[in-house]
């Protein structure tokens, strides 16, 4: 069963054909239909880590694959493989244990391509999607906001964080060229803040809604642990995938995020850009994807200094920075009334105002199935496409951001407005429809300002202590009428709200 076949020490034949003869001869292979090759591949299959019990290492089994079934998976995939279990044993050698495995003889493999095959979205489910925002057409800002107050609801206020992680979870539209080349649709974040300000919270939360996640730290984490390891098997070589590659069209969540060793840093910098791996290690190279979402957390690198570029107070080189959509900071300043609420929220006294939708605005979250089929269903079922008034804001503000004095190198590339793209197609997506209008674009232009600090303009949004409006849609109209004037963009505003 490991491909050997001992060589017998008796005759092993029956009745009138058996002999006392002990000395076999292997029969010559260049004799007819003596020899017949197949193709023929060996994978280890793992449990989704989610699914696996607590405290416990996810379980794996060998599967054997031969003919067409053979390099039908990569590494980081997921499948579905219907088969017959059997053993498997190496020859007994007397004195020592016996070698004996379970393993999977596969008959079919099929590689799940997308979240959606993972979550059961009903039809059912999909008219009480299409009915939610049918009856909220007039306030479509207020219908976002209930949304968006059923992420993470167990941490107080931080509308703009919870905003800006469920359009990370969503991200944009991918796109290819007749050449090949790719431009990724996935987004990802970076958390830089305080101590205690719920930075890991938003991790966890992310990846229980995201049905295939891979959740990390840094401390301790090496290169090959993010993205291909080669571990020797008996004679051969073969690959285990990392966090990077296990979260394929998913999410990978890393904090601690400043605690990687510099040199690991380095190795993901292909992951984040090229949503692939190259490797080349123990003579096997290939490629690998990592098409996934990359949500970072960590703290700065001592107290952080707002007059400084990121790059100074979060000790990152440019090109990693850079490759972040958003980079959120969250400071922890003395504010005596955002404390007393926070504590009072924390003691139950304030239930349901955490949302800022009223005394009732406890009615109005979503149930954590909910919220993860609605992501589901939303990233599969829209496919948004720009209109001119958007993409006349989202140019104009990298323009601008590109003129300016305070220019901050490791923001301003021509990445930034690749990211402004993917936030706007995320928020269409999110506000459940097919094209990406002013107002798509104007929430974008506000999440990126947010990560500009002293290069912002309009001035500097203390992401930490941010409570969600009273009134969604009037307090969007007053952002859209400043973000336009700031942009000398003011013909452009009024009628961008219709769904």
Known sequence: MYNIIPRPTKCLALEFEYCDSTTFVPVDPSLDNCLRCVDYQEIKVQEYMDRSRP???????????????????????????????????????????????????????????????????????????????????????????????????????????????????????????????????????????????????????????????????????????????????????????????????????????????????????????????????????????????VLAAMNPKGKYDVHSSLAVNTALSTPLLSRFDLVLVLLDTHDEQWDAHVSSFLLGSRDGEEAGLGSDGEQDVWEFDRLQAYLAFVKTAFQPETTPASEQVLTRYYQLQRQRDTLNAARTTIRLLESLIRLAQAHARLMFRNKVLLADAVIAVVLMESTMLSASILGAIDTLHTTFPEDSDLFYAELESLVLRRLDMAHLGGGSQVV
């Open 55 to 293: 405290t416990s290492i996810p379980r794996a089994i060998v599967v054997v694959l031969e003919r067409d079934l053979v390099d039908k998976a990569k590494s980081g995939d997921s499948v579905t493989v219907t088969g017959v279990v059997t053993c498997r044993w190496r020859p007994v050698v007397a004195g020592e244990r016996p070698d004996i495995a379970v393993v999977i003889r596969a008959n079919s493999i099929s590689v799940l391509s997308d979240q959606a095959s993972q979550i059961a979205i009903t039809e059912e489910l999909r008219e009480e999607f299409h009915a939610f925002w049918a009856a909220r057409a007039g306030t479509p800002m207020r219908g976002r906001d209930e949304i968006v107050a059923s992420m993470c609801p167990q941490v107080y206020g931080l509308f703009y964080i919870k905003l800006a992680v469920l359009l990370v979870l969503i991200s944009g539209v991918a796109r290819s060229d007749e050449s090949g080349l790719r431009v990724r649709g996935e987004a990802h974040m970076l958390l830089v803040g305080d101590p205690g300000t719920a930075k890991s919270q938003f991790l966890k939360y992310a990846a229980k809604l995201v049905p295939r996640s891979v959740l990390t730290t840094g401390i301790g984490s090496t290169s090959a642990g993010l993205t291909v390891t080669a571990v020797k098997d008996g004679p051969e070589w073969q690959l285990e995938a990392g966090a990077l590659v296990l979260a394929d069209r998913g999410l990978c969540c890393i904090d601690e995020f400043g605690n990687i060793r510099e040199a690991e840093k380095s190795t993901i910098l292909e992951a984040m850009e090229q949503q692939s791996i190259s490797v080349a290690k123990a003579g096997i190279v290939c490629k690998l994807n990592a098409r996934c979402s």
